[in-house]
Nanobody, 126 residues
Framework: QVQLVESGGGLVQAGGSLRLSCAAS????????MGWFRQAPGKEREFVTI????????YYADSVKGRFTISRDNAKNLVYLQMNSLKPEDTAVYYC???????????????????WGQGTQVTVSA
């Protein structure tokens, strides 16, 4: 069992930056692919980005490509989401999630993930 806890959310002006962190406990993250999703008010949760177990392969949603960067530190059991050039439309609750070893790669759908955090709010003001 893996427990995931996100942090780093907050209120930022458009054009600003935030770095989200996802801390894991219970098991090492080194064999899990890790993803970030987000859910804006009144909308479905959507895929943002995913990184493979080694950090050598990543995928991004078109809406964040070039602005967001996912990374991981397996020694610290942490995954990061660096968000630059934030826009009001980036406002959402951001969730990190894990795909167990042997799972789908790349995983773009919620049902392909095995573990989820509770989410952290990101609000971007105009």
């Amino acid at each position: 069992q893996v427990q995931l806890v996100e942090s780093g959310g907050g209120l930022v002006q458009a054009g600003g930056s935030l770095r989200l962190s996802c801390a894991a406990s219970g098991r090492t993250l080194s064999t899990y692919a890790m993803g970030w999703f987000r859910q804006a008010p009144g909308k479905e949760r959507e895929f943002v980005t995913i990184i493979n177990w080694s950090g050598g392969s990543t995928y991004y949603a078109d809406s964040v490509k070039g602005r967001f960067t996912i990374s991981r530190d397996n020694a610290k059991n942490l995954v990061y989401l660096q968000m630059n050039s934030l826009k009001p439309e980036d406002t959402a609750v951001y969730y990190c999630a894990a795909v167990a070893y042997g799972g789908v790669w790349p995983a773009f759908r919620e049902d392909e993930y095995d573990y989820w955090g509770q989410g952290t709010q990101v609000t971007v003001s105009a």
